[in-house]
């Protein structure tokens, strides 16, 4: 197995975050390049591809160092989901194994945050976005409740250091930042081997 | 142990090699970030600081993904040595643990590859430059038998991906690329934790 793809991923969207562009514009080519990274599964090392016993794990892939972008392997254990949340920044969420289903919120008149629109389900090499112009509060669920599934997000920050909230049913939310189940990144950038 | 002083060293590394800059104003603004991540020995991970017991090792610390620079800690077990060798791009060494000797080579009007100048010995906290323009080739030992000795080294390219030269005492060369002794490199970026 080799992590290359990753690496070409994080080159090419360090590329894209060094020009200027508008959300939409970014959110494009981020995508086309999270389409091409999640349209196989033979790159993420098995480490950061395991389940915990009780909650869903997120794990550190690659953190830009001026914290424009994060990317993270986001690892649902059988049956798992994540609270109600919201992100704050942009956000791409590319189906890597299993699926997942992800239901929006939204506040209405009244001020109750409530379901809006259908149920989106995710499978393997599908795409999503989140963020505070497109809809940034939803709730994600494993599809499965026998095996895990794996999705790999990319954020417009490093999503380990933004404060953000969690919703309750009640409407209250309360503050949250993510951090990371690693303390160990892959070392992408060996390539002694490489022919040239 | 907090990574957090190689995190701020990387940042302010990157925000430097964003900006333009002639090479003499490069080594100095990085050997004044240096100087400062050497001067004090609690943030590498015990990991990242083993030796080998036949040859010395080259940890990478992090990679600009643009490959701009890189950084590596250099770990020599008692008595070990590099060939004599070059970098092709510039180099600082800052001296974290332990000591290290250092004796420059030059090639003579005869075409010898000669020493040139009195070895340098680097204590920790010193810091030392190599680059094309300054003298590229040398040879670095440890000063210690008895013991490990360990320099953070910064290089103006992903130097696991730079395709470098040996030299033999008898003045043929060798193409190597010294490529990663780790899979792994620390996660600087979860700052959950921290206080607001
Ligand atoms: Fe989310
Ligand atoms: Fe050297
Ligand atoms: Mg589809």
């Known amino acids: 197995m080799s992590t290359s793809p990753l690496r070409d991923f994080v080159v090419a969207v360090t590329r894209e975050v060094e020009r200027d562009a508008a959300e939409a514009q970014r959110l494009a080519a981020v995508r086309a ?22 909650h869903y794990r997120q794990y550190l892939l690659h953190a830009d160092p001026l914290e424009r972008f994060s990317v ?3 690892v649902w254990g059988p049956g798992q989901r994540t609270p109600v949340h919201d992100h704050t920044v942009w956000g791409l969420i590319g ?8 239901q929006n919120f939204a506040y209405d008149a009244a001020g109750c945050l409530v ?11 599908d795409v999503e ?16 409740d ?9 954020y417009g920050a490093n999503i380990g250091a933004v404060h953000r909230w969690v919703y309750a049913p009640d409407g209250t939310r309360k503050p949250f930042v ?4 690693n303390t160990w990144v892959p070392n992408l950038w060996d390539r002694s081997k490489e022919t040239t």
Chains 1, 2 share one sequence.
């Open 33 to 54: 390049h999270l389409a091409r990274l999640v349209a196989r599964d033979d790159w993420l090392p098995d480490e950061l591809a395991q389940p915990h016993p009780q």
């Open 95 to 102: 189906m890597l194994r299993g699926e997942e289903v992800a």
């Open 129 to 144: 976005a989140v963020s505070p112009t497109l809809g940034d509060i939803h709730q994600v669920s494993n599809a499965f």
């Open 115 to 125: 379901p809006t629109g259908p149920a989106q389900r995710l499978r393997p090499g």
């Open 146 to 154: 026998d095996r895990s599934s794996i999705s790999i997000h990319v």
């Open 72 to 74: 993270v392997s986001f």
């Open 178 to 181: 993510s951090g990371y189940s």
